[in-house]
Structure formats: structure tokens, C-alpha cells
């Protein structure tokens, strides 16, 4: 079992960054490959960005590749999801995501643990 635990999210302006943590207990971390989703009223949950348990592998959504950045510590098992440049249309619940085996996937039917989620809101 792994649970996961996400922070960071808020109100932030159009341009405007926001880091969003997780945080991860249980088993070795290393095993687990990390997603970031995101769920707008009305919208299926989509894949944001992924990363493979070495970190050595990611993958973005088109919308936000050259804007957003995962990445984790498996030493203080976090995986962080730095998002600049940030739109309207970013506004979502942003959920956290674990899955085993370590290759990352991009649908949220291959993670098996997920985090409660933290609002995103960005103004305009």
C-alpha cells in the first residue's frame, strides 16, 4: 500500500507558477511510477504529467509541455510538479497518482493509488 498526499495548490494569476507537492508513504518509492492529473467541472480526468521510478523518464500532456515540469526525490519520497506559465484553462483539481511497475503510463486506469487532490485556480 501507498499513500499519497498533495499540497501546494491555490489561487495564483495568468503567468503566474505554482509547485505542487506530493508526498508518498509505504513501500519503496523507487517502485512506483508518479502521475499528475487534473479534473475540471464537467471534464474527465486527464493525464498532466508522469514520471518513471527513477525519474529518468517523463512524459507531458501537449497543453502543458514547456510549461510545467515534474520531477521527484525519492530520498524525501516527493515527486513535484512545477507549473509555469500558467492559463485559465489550468484551473483543475490536481490529483497525484501512484502505479507499479515503475514505467510511467498516461491513463489514470493504470495507477492504483491516488491522492485526495488540491485545488489549482488561476485568475484571469
Known amino acids: 500500500q501507498v499513500q499519497v498526499v498533495e499540497s501546494g495548490g491555490g489561487l495564483v494569476q495568468t503567468g503566474g507558477s505554482l509547485r505542487l507537492s506530493c508526498a508518498a508513504s509505504?513501500?519503496?518509492?523507487?517502485?512506483?511510477?508518479m502521475g499528475w492529473f487534473r479534473q475540471a467541472p464537467g471534464n474527465e480526468r486527464d493525464v498532466v504529467a508522469a514520471?518513471?521510478?527513477?525519474?529518468?523518464?517523463?512524459y507531458y500532456a501537449d497543453s502543458v509541455k514547456g510549461r510545467f515540469t515534474i520531477s521527484r526525490d525519492n530520498v524525501k519520497n516527493t515527486v513535484y510538479l512545477q507549473m509555469n506559465s500558467l492559463k485559465a484553462e489550468d484551473t483543475a483539481v490536481y490529483y497525484c497518482?501512484?502505479?507499479?511497475?515503475?514505467?510511467?503510463?498516461?491513463?489514470?486506469?493504470?495507477?492504483?493509488?491516488w491522492g485526495q487532490g488540491t485545488q489549482v485556480t488561476v485568475s484571469s
Open positions: 509505504g513501500r519503496t518509492f523507487s517502485e512506483y511510477a
Open positions: 497518482a501512484a502505479r507499479t511497475p515503475s514505467s510511467p503510463a498516461r491513463s489514470q486506469y493504470e495507477y492504483n493509488y
Open positions: 514520471i518513471s521510478g527513477s525519474g529518468r523518464i517523463t
